[in-house]
């Protein structure tokens, strides 16, 4: 069973980074075929694809958000982490992580097969 943990600061300041990282249990991240997308969900907003990175390294991110965005991994902790540049109270939300194929439409989270529980960011003064 493969599991996914968010974790991270619940309160960022404005013009700050941010970075999230998502702990995998159950199951490598450099196993053949698999990517894990950071996705979020602004309260009250659907969700919105951030960015993934490959079962390779490889990494491809939402156009709207890829001048302050990127993911690293650590594969010796089997962990991967967002990073967000210059936030600002609309990165607000509930960020998840989540493995699924290279598909990034919000039609296609329905094929995302584990998800993370979520964590609140709250972007503030």
């Known amino acids: 069973q493969v599991q996914l943990q968010e974790s991270g600061p619940g309160l960022v300041k404005p013009s700050q980074a941010l970075s999230l990282t998502c702990t995998v249990s159950?199951?490598?991240?450099?196993?053949?075929?698999?990517?894990w997308s950071w996705i979020r969900q602004p309260p009250g907003k659907g969700l919105e694809w951030i960015g993934y990175?490959?079962?390779?390294?490889?990494?491809y991110y939402s156009p709207s958000l890829k001048s302050r965005t990127s993911i690293s991994r650590d594969t010796s902790k089997n962990q991967f982490t967002l990073h967000v540049k210059s936030v600002t109270p609309e990165d607000t939300a509930v960020y998840y992580c989540a493995r699924g194929p290279p598909k990034t439409s919000v039609q296609a989270m329905s094929e995302y097969d584990y998800w993370g529980q979520g964590t609140q960011v709250t972007v503030s003064s």
């Open positions: 990175i490959a079962y390779s390294g490889s990494t």
């Open positions: 159950g199951g490598s991240i450099t196993t053949n075929g698999y990517y």
